[in-house]
């Protein structure tokens, strides 16, 4: 027997009801689509509030050091404390592991009530900058010292005025970090038979931000995947075109025409905003998968928050771990165990065997906890 170590996180608030939910579901697909033969060894590592409570620190040395031996991990969702010293524990770690590629894909899933007319056609793959942009946390509060010094050095050395009772932040996005992240997104597409990288962006009016990440983004497509990749118009016989849009008209688009997209290279914060706004269009953040991916190390996470009023209550849907751990699967080159994970996840909400929050949504419904859904879906692989 083949054992895979797979260090977790379960997470804050709803994590551990998720996580032990999810965990039925991988080691059943695993055991039914290798007969036996490859196992899933489950190392748990901590983060949040178990860690403290555990070694005093939200983030001790050792799930960093653990991550990086195994270069693979999947995680719950944590809550920030306040006053503990991180502006995010979840940045932290994509900042620390410089997993700079947020991955986020949004497929409809058969027989959630999603609000639009035809969910059907969002299949959509956001890859996100991790560890650029805003996120970075530069900033001072108006009236600071900080702040002050700041803007007289706008002014005295720059010739800009800014309004003295300001807040200041800084907006960083280098030519390294963009060109990684839009290389991954074309390998990806590559990869996996995709049509089209859409780069997103505000350039119109952050001009040598948002405007460069567009420009740095043509540039890796022209300069190292000429043979695969076309600018949007020159695309005749190019397996992938690429082109861009401005962000706020990116809404509408993915709203209106979702089935002429299908990669979204996009900043931080744009990345942030669009990839919730397409969960809409599908179901919600309950069904949203995602991944932060550097060169050599994988940590998987749902989109979705704690929820610490539905703690330990056995309520909440465990689809979003368990769609992430597909995702994961399918990272490892298993992809049989992700299409058995989706198949049967499908199947199961497809007969009306939900949690109470799709459960609200649909006529007929049975409703189940969050171990019985798992349970259920594991009938079904």
């Known amino acids: 027997m083949e054992k895979v170590t797979i260090p977790f996180i379960e997470g804050d608030g709803i994590g551990p009801d ?12 695993v055991d039914k689509v290798f007969d ?11 983060a949040g509030e178990k860690a403290y409570e555990k070694f005093g620190n ?11 031996k195994y270069k693979i991990a999947i995680k719950g969702p944590l809550t920030t404390p306040v006053g503990g010293g991180f502006r995010s524990l979840n940045v932290t770690l994509r900042q620390r592991l410089d997993l700079y590629a947020n991955v986020r894909p949004v497929r409809y899933v058969k027989g959630v009530p999603a609000p639009v007319c035809e969910p059907e056609k969002v299949d959509m793959v956001i890859f996100r900058e991790n560890t650029d942009d805003i996120y970075l946390g530069i900033e001072w509060p108006a009236k600071s010292k900080e702040a002050f010094r700041v803007i007289e050095f706008l002014k005295d050395e720059m010739g800009v005025s800014v309004e003295p009772d ?5 907006k960083p996005m280098s030519e390294r970090k963009t060109k990684r992240l839009v290389r991954m997104a074309i390998r990806y597409a590559i990869d996996k038979n995709r049509k089209k990288v859409t780069l997103v962006h505000k350039g119109n009016i952050m001009k040598y931000t948002e405007g460069a990440f567009k420009d740095w983004g043509y ?23 690429i082109n861009d849009r401005i962000a706020d008209a990116m809404f509408q688009q993915v709203l209106l025409r979702p089935a002429e997209y299908d990669i979204l290279a996009l ?21 949203g998968p995602g991944a932060n991916i550097g060169d050599e190390i994988a940590l ?3 989109t979705h928050g704690t929820a610490p009023k539905y703690a330990n209550k056995n309520m909440v849907n465990p689809s979003a771990l368990i769609l992430t751990g597909a995702m994961m699967f399918e990272y490892l080159g298993w992809d049989k165990v992700k299409d058995a994970i989706i198949s049967a996840l499908e199947a199961t909400i497809m007969e009306k065997i939900v949690t109470y929050d799709l459960a609200r949504l649909m006529d007929g419904a049975r409703k189940v906890g969050t171990m019985e859904f798992a349970e259920e879906i594991a009938k079904r692989l």
């Open 58 to 68: 939200y983030l001790p040395d050792e799930t960093f050091e653990t991550i990086k």
């Open 267 to 287: 900043p931080n914060l744009n990345g942030d905003y669009i990839s919730d706004a397409l969960l809409a269009q599908v179901g919600g953040i309950g069904l």
């Open 300 to 302: 998987f996470e749902p």
């Open 36 to 46: 036996g033969t490859k196992k899933i060894e489950w190392l748990e590592i901590y």
């Open 219 to 241: 540039e890796v497509a022209d300069e190292e995947f000429s043979a695969y990749v076309k600018r949007e118009g020159e695309e005749k016989n190019a397996p992938i075109v």
């Open 18 to 29: 998720i996580t032990r939910a999810s965990h039925i579901v991988f080691n059943e697909a």
């Open 166 to 170: 300001s807040g200041i932040g800084i």
